[in-house]
């Protein structure tokens, strides 16, 4: 329980409502909760030896300390971090932002995360944006208000109030899952552009003359199919007259692949490869053509986004591109530490860039 710092307030004694801990009388604030007189009382301490018990445990004995977290242990003590955070400007939350829970291709990142944020005695605070920037608006507006140590974006802002009203709280940001020459603050990703034409490379390398793509309605998926598109027509890879793609609503999911192909086969028949958004409109697509009795590879190639646990073993295999959410979490904890202990960050703007991991699927 060191490092935590037990705010001042907190020894205060309090006037309202009574109620017994152990048979014992103790004073309740107006809200209910435990104070730190109370686990003082309870160990038999004055409340600043019980501050120093959990904030610098090696400056009592450890008899009073055991008394402290005995105490402790039997009221669920929790000190109140929002009041100590107003004398030292520090909160030791970070909230993240993510377009869903529902979709498992950031999960890695959020984990990667949480672990190394709480390594540092930070702790993470997950929100929901969806997919429309409203939403964003909205719920950076109330995260800013909380003042956390620092915000994660998935994705760049785009919104032009999300980005002033960020730039105005002077919190440190750091984007993720994309790239920009202009940046809110710090920023960890990769090329979605960059992918879309190493695809259409990889697919054209390997004989495919007549591709299409399934993605979701997202803003960075489009940006990837963009790149995808026009890198596949400069190399003579698309059917005259199509359009190349078909649009599911994000998040993506494995029926939303289904459909999408059975949508795909009827636009151009002579489909021969896919690429999907998502490593599960991929999975969608795989399954629906052995619906169909459709080969892969042999007469469809099918390759995916975000290289998910099941990927490989898939039967085929999946061919996907794989981003390592690990090293984006753990470079984006790296970077809001820094700047919230105060310390310069001399590199910040991250590439780790990407890998297309090749298997059965194409």
Known sequence: MSGVKIPAMDTKPSTSKIATING???????SGGITLRDV????????????RALNTPD?????VLQKVRDAVEKTGYVPNMLAGGLASSRSRLVAAVVPTVVGPVFQETVQSLTESLARSGY????????????????????IIARRPDGVVLTGIMRSPDGRRRLLASGIPVVETWDLTPTPIDMLVGFSHEKIGIAVAEFLHARGRRNVMTIRGNDERAQRRAKAFLETAGK????????AGEYVVPAPTTLGSGR?????????????????????????????????RDIDVPQRLG???FGDLGFAEDLHPSLTTVRIDGTAIGAVAAALIIDRA???????????????????DSA
Do not use: H, W
């Open 302 to 304: 099918v390759i995916g």
């Open 24 to 30: 014992e009388k103790r004073s309740r604030r107006g």
């Open 341 to 359: 202990e105060g310390r310069a960050v001399a590199e910040p703007v991250r590439d780790i860039g990407f890998s297309i991991i090749a298997r």
């Open 123 to 142: 702790q993470l605070m997950l929100g929901q944006s969806g997919y429309a920037n409203s939403r964003e608006d909205a719920l950076l507006e109330t």
């Open 259 to 291: 459909r999408g192909l059975r949508e795909v086969l009827d636009i151009n028949p002579d489909t021969d490869a896919v690429f999907c958004s998502s490593d599960l409109l991929a999975l969608g697509v795989l399954i629906e053509a052995q619906a």
């Open 59 to 63: 400056a009592v004995s450890p008899a």
């Open 235 to 242: 190399l003579g890879m698309l059917a005259q007259g199509q």
């Open 40 to 51: 003082a009382k309870l160990a038999g301490v004055a409340p600043i030896t019980a501050s």
